[in-house]
């Protein structure tokens, strides 16, 4: 049996999303709580995991146009749970609803084990793209 549970369910407590995030050290997300809360429940998917206890354990959300672009936001998993699943499974969830879209887009920090997970995911990183150039741009305040 897993040790978690999936929910595509939109009701999250504030408390518990903002525990988790601080888990991970994302303070630039939990500087400005309302931003944070505001910006999940704006997004165009979210997924999250829930231990057995009840407490929640990974997020993942999307914003999307539901045809061509599915960017993937936010993905996250309580660091005692790395390495358990629990992202692959959040990860899976978003690819399935979105299997239909041609591009799939995230933007991470530069960490080998980021890279990794995301490779073993499927994705390429931009600049290791073969046949089209590809060119990522961004801006971040």
Do not use: N
């Not at 704006?42 to 995991?49: D, E, L």
């Not at 309580?78 to 879209?101: M, N, S």
């Not at 990794?116 to 046949?131: H, I, K, R």
Request: a negative charge.
């Amino acid at each position: 049996m897993s040790p978690f549970a999936l929910s595509t369910s939109p009701v999250i407590p504030d408390a518990e999303i903002l525990s988790l995030y601080d888990s991970v050290g994302w303070t630039a997300y939990t500087k400005s709580p309302d931003v944070l809360l505001q910006a999940i429940k704006s997004s165009s998917f979210v997924v999250s995991a829930w231990s057995e206890g009840g407490k929640l354990v990974g997020l993942a959300r999307t914003i999307s146009d539901d045809a061509t672009i599915c960017y993937l936001q936010d993905i996250l998993v309580h660091p005692d749970l790395h390495r358990t699943g629990v992202g692959r499974a959040l990860f899976e969830q978003v690819l399935e609803r979105y299997d239909h879209v041609r591009q799939m887009v995230l933007i991470t920090d530069d960490e080998p084990q980021q890279r990794a997970f995301y490779e073993s995911m499927g994705l390429t990183e931009g600049a290791d793209f073969s046949g089209r150039p590809v060119r990522v741009f961004a801006r971040f305040r």
